[in-house]
């Protein structure tokens, strides 16, 4: 059994992701690819449990920053291991909704966090497993905004932790997330999310088809 693909979807809160990454497994299921969906913080039991700690201050204290990259990373670890390898092995293409370069946006570029230090601990909780293909949707902290307050007013919810930052952190983390797609083009594709959903996703389904299954085009 040859192994899945690993592709993970980044960006900034508002930029679609988890429509695209919907969109992307109905795609490779059509073609008969066997699909696993997950998302960071979460993906496990534990990791939900986390997740539901680092949003909303679960434990009823806020995380201080070196904990709170802890937190990422222990959902991360737990992930890799119980869920994303195992159905890696057993041939199936993995979506995940975030993963370490969110870490290093959020943290490393929001927070201030010394990136060489999280590529560190990002090591030690994947034990080195990266991303076969990271689609970076890119969205201005402008539109951002606009996209978040619409939800929440939809959804009668309120911003979470991170959310609730400041605008000058929701610009560092969009530039941060720019500057990493630069430094591994190889990796990153980059689509621009201000326009029709569907151009967006034809995109996502032509990056996947030429840098994962040796096709030129999509359709
Ligand atoms: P979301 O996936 O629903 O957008 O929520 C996850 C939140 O956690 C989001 O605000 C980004 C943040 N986050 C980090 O700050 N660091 C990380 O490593 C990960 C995976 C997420």
């Not at 680092?54 to 009823?60: A, D, P, R, T, Y």
């Not at 309120?158 to 560092?172: K, M, S």
Request: proline share 5%; net charge negative.
């Amino acid at each position: 059994m040859p192994y899945g693909k690993f592709i993970t979807f980044e960006g900034p809160e508002g930029s679609g992701k988890s429509t695209h990454i919907s969109l992307l497994a109905a795609y490779l299921r059509a073609q008969g690819i066997g699909v696993t969906l997950t998302r960071e913080p979460g993906g496990t039991p534990l990791g939900e449990v986390i997740r539901t700690l680092l949003q909303h201050n679960g434990s009823g204290e806020a995380p201080v920053g070196r904990a709170e990259v802890l937190l990422f990373l222990a959902s991360r670890a737990q992930h890799v291991e119980r869920l994303i390898r195992p159905a890696l092995a057993a041939g199936e293409w993995v979506l995940c909704d975030r993963f370490e370069d969110s870490t290093l946006a959020y943290q490393g570029y929001g927070r201030g966090f010394d990136l060489s230090e999280l590529q560190a601990v990002n090591h030690f909780a994947t034990h080195g497993l990266k991303p076969d293909l990271t689609v970076l949707l890119d969205v201005t902290p402008e539109t951002s905004r606009a996209r978040l307050l619409a939800r929440q007013s939809a959804t009668a919810t309120l911003p979470d932790r991170i959310e609730g930052e400041a605008d000058e952190f929701h610009i560092r983390l969009r530039d941060g997330f720019l500057n990493l797609a630069r430094r591994e083009p190889a990796r990153f594709v980059v689509l621009a999310t201000e326009r029709e959903q569907d151009a967006v996703a034809a995109d996502v389904r032509a990056a996947v088809s030429e840098r994962l299954m040796g096709c030129g085009h999509a359709d």
